[in-house]
């Protein structure tokens, strides 16, 4: 495992920049994100994985309030990323949606994982295939005003779960990667 690196969505250099390596990247165009900012995310993972030098070969993704405890190993084994397992996140329980993005030629919904992008051990290789489904994905759950409403702030989560499947990734799905103190 190598350094942390901040992902940076703002477009500009900020007052943190000499705390911790800092990779800034362009926000999404004006109003494309419809004032849920978590949509910047995966159009930062594309534009860090496309601009920047990463020398390793797995990328953890980690949220600015994850507080590790306790030295992280890899925990993904090969090509097998490792994710959080979020009980909220439920794409049988939305068959009807998930449907508009996840086609049935596609497979089952288990094929959706039932995880976020964050906490996430990945091989590199696979993000950069992953991202820029990500990022469409989730810009057209943002657009479908019913998938908006019933997914609300858990929108992106979604998103990066079907762009997986679409791939074909399958997580290791990791209870003990974090403590969550509340669920869905």
Do not use: C
């Amino acid at each position: 495992m190598g350094g942390f690196t901040r992902i940076l969505h703002s477009g500009k250099p900020d007052d943190l920049m000499d705390e911790m390596p800092t990779f800034v990247v362009d926000p999404l165009p004006l109003r494309m994100d419809k004032g849920y900012i978590v949509l910047n995310r995966p159009w930062a993972f594309v534009q860090w994985l496309e601009k920047a030098t990463i020398e390793e070969d797995y990328v953890l993704m980690a949220e600015p309030d994850h507080i590790f405890v306790h030295p992280l190993p890899n925990l993904a084994h090969g090509s097998y990323p490792s994710a959080f397992h979020f009980t909220y996140i439920r794409p049988s329980a939305h068959e009807k949606l998930i449907r508009r993005f996840y086609p049935e030629e596609k497979g089952p919904l288990t094929n959706i994982d039932p995880i976020g992008n964050s906490p996430v051990i990945i091989l590199k290789s696979q993000l950069e295939k992953i991202a820029p489904t990500w990022m469409n994905v989730s810009l057209m759950m943002k657009n479908d005003p019913e998938t908006d409403k019933s997914f609300g702030w858990i929108l992106e989560m979604y998103g990066y779960a079907v762009a997986s499947a679409l791939h074909g990734v399958q997580h290791i799905l990791r209870r003990e990667f974090m403590i969550q103190v509340s669920s869905m």
